[in-house]
């Protein structure tokens, strides 16, 4: 007869391929297939993810009916979940901003899936594995468990969700038997130390039945301590987003500074009109930075201290204010570069000052992130606040 163990690694057949690629959170995955879909829905079901499935034209694609437009290579796309009004010309493309008529001119649909993580959905489906073991089980700090097995017991840490640092340092792991969990195994190989003793186990290999958590653990327990350790004062497993490099350069230009009036719908640099009253979303998506911005200096912040706010959380704030989903990550990101690009053109044109695109609007990066992970903020080096003047 098989053993449990045996019926829950065959629980799922889902390849371990299509797995690691749904645990990625905020994953855009274009085209998604029938075999990825099925797998979507599945892991939905068990609670580790949400999902959500969209429909997208292109603004120009040689294969629609109207094509060509204005801009022949314009790469905006727009999403036809937003409840607009086609005769009302209220499709435009958020990169040219001309009409766009998805149903009059049957143009050609693109799908595109988004995933989420679910936090509380990961750590049950872990529990209901380490249930297997038969031994008590309890949560010692967020993502941190404790076994009650072998001599000394063994915890388990779900690495991407721990929030006390000593359980991810290497004096920790070479002297307590732990197991890591992975939640985003794509960027393992970057995060994690280098030392084979370490036990690293993807979430996307447990939910595939390629590994047994329960075989795991208990090897963890009979493994004792590694012999060979390298001699490094190092952390085992490099947690959320790492110190930013600044990529703009414009801060090094001494002696530039730009005088910005933030007021009830629109936005000035040195007293010209940079955002109109029309800008709509870009106006909102400016006055979240710019209220981060503010609350920074409050805090008497330096320059290099300022924070950065994430496609995400701009993305969860539009929503806020909004009280429905407007825009997707794609969607803001293009917003924000043409931002930066319209101010750049109208203070050079209007003004004649030298400007840089990021001097008012400035994009950081993430240190240490391969896919190039950004952060965006008001430019704390070269912009300057004033009230708001009325005409």
Known sequence: MDSRSFRQKSASSIPGELAARLLQDGALLPNPSAELISAAEWMESKGLIATRVREHVLCANPLDRDFPPRVRTCRGRLYLDQGL????????CPECDRPIFPYQHQKQKHKELRVRTNCQGIIAYVLSHLAELEANTREISKGVFRIDI???GVLLCIADFCTEEKYLTLDWARTQPTCYLAV?????ADRFLEEDWIRRI???DLVSGKVNL??????AATMGNPLRVCNASVPVYARGPMPIVVEAVSVQVPGRHFTVECGPESVRVEGELVIPKSAGSRYLIFRILWERF???MAKTMAPAEHNLMSLEEIVKEVEIRCRKYIEDETAIRRYINRLQTDIETTVKKKIGLPIDREDIIQTCRWKGQKEGEFGYRINPFTVTARPYQND
């Open 214 to 219: 329960r075989d795991e653990v208990n090897g």
């Open 184 to 188: 985003n195994s794509q960027s393992m």
């Open 294 to 296: 503010l609350g920074d």
């Open 150 to 152: 072998g001599s000394v």
């Open 202 to 204: 993807p979430l996307a």
């Open 85 to 92: 009004d086609e005769a009302g010309h209220e499709f435009r």
